[in-house]
């Protein structure tokens, strides 16, 4: 059996719910986490009497000590299947976001959360549908569907018709909480994504960026490049030169920065998978959003 790499997520807010996990919680109960002391007469549990507390209150009652449970979220993964994300140099960058849903499956398991499926191009892709659920091999099914998945022929998306697909397969997700990771390489419009992020709450939202190196670093060699749209399938050649390398490289960068801009300004700072998944540097990004 192949090794699934895992990585760790905490989110930065508390959620509701009782089924026991690895996330913090709102409710109160027999958790680990310390919230505050009761009085006895109001939570009668002689178990979790806190003899010192009581001593030092001065007003003669017993105090018990409160916890707040951990508990489990729900978590789902959307993901652009449209034309271009079955573009790569080496391996598809559809193929590298199921080797994330392979180890998130994993990962959420361990945790104890439940994970589900929701994909879409210019539309909702029913067949690609899973429904959040706890279950072991629950990820390793939802990325072999992923490497199986076959575009669907098309004119490339429009701003109406990339939005149209998303808004549609997310309507399952309109006002439930938990984690949704957003996979795309968002090579459509996004000016009107900024509308329809904010949907997604009370949800915490982790953007995926997927950009394959082929697409990000300009062929070295001055010579004529041919190339092709992912999307519409219509061909463009071009003469390699310094300064189209330049504006090539320039251009990247700016897409960079305002997909960044976008994200961090609904509180939800991007995840870029280049070319590979690195499950500890997933961890690392949970880390540096959460301190």
Same mark, same amino acid.
């Given at each position: 059996m192949d090794r699934v790499d895992e990585f760790h997520y905490q989110l930065p807010r508390r959620f509701g719910g009782w089924r026991p996990g690895a996330q913090r919680g709102l409710s109160q109960g027999s958790g680990q986490e310390f919230a505050a002391h009761r009085r006895l007469f109001d939570h009668p549990d002689p178990r979790?009497?806190?003899?010192? @507390?009581?001593? !030092?209150?001065?007003?003669?009652?017993?105090l018990v000590r409160i916890h707040r449970l951990r508990v489990a979220i729900p978590v789902h993964v959307v993901v652009d299947v449209s034309a271009s994300m079955h573009f790569g140099a080496e391996r598809r960058k559809l193929d590298v976001v199921a080797d994330l849903v392979e180890a998130l499956g994993y990962s959420a398991f361990r945790a104890g959360d439940t994970v589900g499926l929701l994909a879409f191009d210019q539309r909702e892709?029913?067949?690609?549908?899973?429904?959040?659920?706890?279950s072991r091999g629950n990820g390793s099914l939802m990325a072999k569907m992923l490497r199986e998945c076959r575009a669907t022929p098309g004119a490339a998306p429009s701003d109406d018709s990339a939005l149209a697909g998303l808004r549609r @397969?997310?309507? !399952?997700?309109?006002?439930?909480?938990?984690l949704v990771f957003l996979a795309s390489d968002f090579h459509w419009p996004i000016a009107a994504l900024g509308e329809l992020l904010p949907q997604f709450a009370p949800a915490c939202v982790v953007p995926l960026v997927v950009w394959d190196p082929a697409e990000t670093e300009p062929p070295d060699?001055?010579?004529?490049?041919?190339?092709?749209?992912a999307e519409t399938g219509?061909?463009?050649?071009?003469?390699m030169r310094d300064s189209l390398r330049t504006r090539w490289r320039n251009a990247v960068a700016a897409r960079r920065a305002e997909l960044t801009e976008l994200f961090n300004a609904q509180g939800m700072p991007p995840f870029h998978l280049h070319g590979r998944f690195d499950a500890e540097a997933l961890t690392r990004y949970f880390m540096e959003t959460t301190a």
């Open positions: 979790r009497i806190d003899l010192r @507390a009581s001593v !030092r209150d001065g007003r003669g009652d017993w892709r029913e067949d690609l549908f899973v429904p959040a659920r706890h @397969a997310t309507e !399952r997700l309109v006002g439930r909480g938990g060699s001055r010579a004529l490049v041919a190339l092709s749209d219509s061909r463009r050649s071009l003469w």
